[in-house]
């Protein structure tokens, strides 16, 4: 009789082994699940008040919410036609039409109606049912304490001004991010705190898949931590100099052109004017494809507004910055003309490889020097180059009323499907080695020590308290839908009851 147990014991034991490994494999914690356990549906009432009933924001925006609400109604038979209705539409719209035709949004009409008629009643009979129950659940899990207990912490990424970039994992759900560690005394030292705060709230109202996107922002005792998307595959000035011969082939200055034009879109709708637009600030992830980083210049202005000041990197400057005149989104078109053009000669405009021109002389060079052409450049490269290098920004490519759309038109972009780009279903050129590591040597980089004769007061514990907020709302649950958090938590009762296990 014993030998029986002990094959039985033997079992769950070699179970339970394999359900560790596989959560471990993926990167969870072997408590993933207590760390996502949902509060009981009592603790909710205090965000069940004070949530914003907003339809929009609760059942299209947020993925969670989205996911839920299509869940009620299919729950309800009077519904469910709307909700397939619904999808149906979504997905011709990202595959199949974008061949025949890239420019027309042809179902956004109809869209539209169905999501009128779902604001209305269904909205209303939703927020009743067991399903927003859960989404309250699920808002207050969003809303725990973050702090550095919550990550693991590899190796450092790079270095920047106020401390390292490390590569990180939610020990929840196993998500690789970037954290961006600020260190406390040296943001106080140089007055970094309205540089940091800015970036901050920059990165947390962009949400576009051609711009690093921020996670969580947490404290530690000496660190301010921005958890940013994981661009593991190094900054294009390292693909531009440092693998073969200086520069990019077309195909990939192409795409990644055209990723840096839909990014820069994305952030001027929101009126936000990048200015910093360089090859080291252009990230590659381990797809192949690029996304704006590093926000700490960008500023937010009034709608169609300007600004004046002149900020970025001197090479890269528009001329109307370097005179310090106000000036618009045109600053960015003239930073992804210096972009293209280096990706494509292989060296920066208006300078020669290596060369480095005094102040004054790269000032001159930018506001009155013609750019070379070398025979690297075929015809439309040309001629989208010097559109976009246009000394005065009333005529430059992207600066008028269309903005962004004449620069997506113009010839060169003929074979990117933009809308096929901005779903995520084109494939990248060049996928970057997932065994190399691109970038300059790591072990230079030393760990961020504070500075002494600095001391931390109440007046900076207000700025941290507005630093450190937490998730971000449509990251969090992306990326908790991503890892399949969602779909192996996310479970009813039988008939739809909630279980007692999952509301504990
Ligand atoms: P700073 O604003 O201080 O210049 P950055 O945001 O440019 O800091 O980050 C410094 C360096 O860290 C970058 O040059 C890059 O090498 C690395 N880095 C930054 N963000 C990421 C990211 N999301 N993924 C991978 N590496 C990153
Ligand atoms: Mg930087
Ligand atoms: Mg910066």
């Not at 039985?8 to 959560?23: A, K």
């Not at 970094?192 to 898949?209: Q, T, Y």
């Not at 070379?372 to 439309?380: E, G, L, P, R, T």
């Not at 600066?399 to 779903?423: K, Q, W």
């Amino acid at each position: 009789p014993f030998s029986g147990h002990f094959e039985i014991y033997r079992n769950i034991v070699v179970l339970l082994f394999y359900v560790v490994v596989w959560d471990c494999s993926r990167g969870r914690s072997s408590k993933w699940r207590e760390m996502l356990r949902f509060p009981h549906i009592s603790q909710c009432d205090e965000l069940a008040k004070s949530i914003e009933r907003d339809y929009y924001s609760l059942c299209v925006k947020q993925p969670i919410g989205k996911k839920l609400f299509k869940l009620f109604c299919e729950s309800r038979q009077d519904l469910q036609n709307y909700m397939s209705l619904l999808d149906a539409l979504h997905e011709q719209n990202c595959i199949q039409d974008l061949f025949s035709d890239p420019c027309s949004n042809v179902f956004r009409d109809c869209s539209e109606e169905l999501h009128q008629y779902l604001s209305g009643e269904p909205f209303t009979q939703y927020q009743d049912s067991l399903y927003f129950d859960r989404f309250l659940q699920w808002k207050m899990l969003e809303r725990s304490p973050i702090t550095k207990h919550g990550f693991r912490q590899y190796r450092v990424l790079g270095k920047g001004g106020f401390g390292e970039v490390w590569a990180c994992q939610v020990k929840a759900t196993g998500m690789m991010y970037a954290c961006k560690k600020l260190e406390k005394t040296h943001v106080k030292r140089r007055r970094g705190e309205a540089m940091a705060l800015n970036e901050k709230k920059i990165l947390e109202e962009v949400d576009s898949r051609f711009v690093v996107n921020l996670a969580y922002t947490y404290e530690t005792k000496h660190f301010l931590c921005l958890v940013l998307t994981m661009m593991s595959g190094g900054d294009l000035k390292f693909h531009i100099y440092n693998v073969g011969e200086p520069g990019l082939d077309r195909d990939r200055v192409r795409l990644y052109a055209a990723e840096v034009c839909c990014g820069l879109m994305d952030l001027h709708e929101k009126s936000i004017i990048y200015r910093d637009l360089k090859p080291e600030n252009i990230l590659l992830d381990n797809s192949g494809h690029i996304r704006i980083s590093d926000l700490g210049l960008a500023v937010k202005v009034s709608k169609g507004g300007t600004v004046k000041g002149r900020v970025g990197t001197l090479g890269y400057m528009a001329p109307e910055v370097i005179s310090k005149k106000y000036y618009g989104t045109s600053a960015d078109w003239w930073g992804l003309g210096c972009l293209i053009y280096e990706m494509t000669a292989g060296h920066p405009v208006f300078r020669a490889q290596g060369e480095h021109p005094q102040h004054r002389e790269m000032e001159n060079r930018i506001q009155r020097k013609q750019e070379d052409y070398n025979k690297k450049f075929v015809k439309s490269v040309k001629d989208l180059c010097s559109s976009l290098l246009i000394k005065d920004p009333e005529q430059r490519l992207g600066c008028g009323d269309s903005g962004g759309n004449a620069v997506r038109s113009h010839p060169f972009f003929y074979t990117i499907n933009f809308r096929m780009l901005e779903a995520g279903l084109v494939e990248a050129p060049f996928q970057p080695d997932p065994r190399l590591v691109y970038c300059g040597d790591v072990q230079d980089i030393e760990e961020f020590s504070p500075v002494k004769g600095v001391s931390l007061d109440e007046r900076d514990e207000e700025f941290y308290s507005m630093f450190n907020t937490g998730s971000v709302p449509i990251s969090w649950q992306k990326e908790i839908i991503e890892t399949n958090c969602f779909s192996e938590l996310n479970v009813f009762g039988p008939m739809g009851s909630r279980t007692p296990d999952l509301d504990q």
